[in-house]
């Protein structure tokens, strides 16, 4: 389980190839979760938004960012050396 993190300029495209993702909306008051991503399926988090995550044993997924990629580093490099 996790936070998605929190990008101002980067849209993070999410592509499932095997397991399963749950999560749900940081952004919202209703903590009902979002649709469960199944392997084919893809999911797109915007710019400034943040979601909570259960990432299931077994899961791979591939990311995509789009945008000032360069500026997701500070956060990339602290979960690196804090939580790895």
Not at 15 to 21: D, K, N, P, S
Not at 31 to 39: F, N, V
Not at 56 to 70: C, D, I, K, N, T
């Amino acid at each position: 389980q996790g936070f998605s993190g929190r990008y101002k300029h980067v849209d993070i495209h999410k592509f499932l190839l095997a397991g399963q993702i749950d999560s749900y909306d940081l952004e919202s008051e209703d903590t009902m979760p979002l649709p469960t991503l199944h392997p084919g399926e893809r999911t797109c988090l915007e710019r400034g938004h943040a979601r909570g995550l259960t990432i299931h044993s077994g899961s791979w997924h591939l990311e995509y960012g789009r945008g000032a990629v360069a500026t997701t580093l500070p956060f990339a490099m602290v979960d690196t050396l804090l939580v790895s």
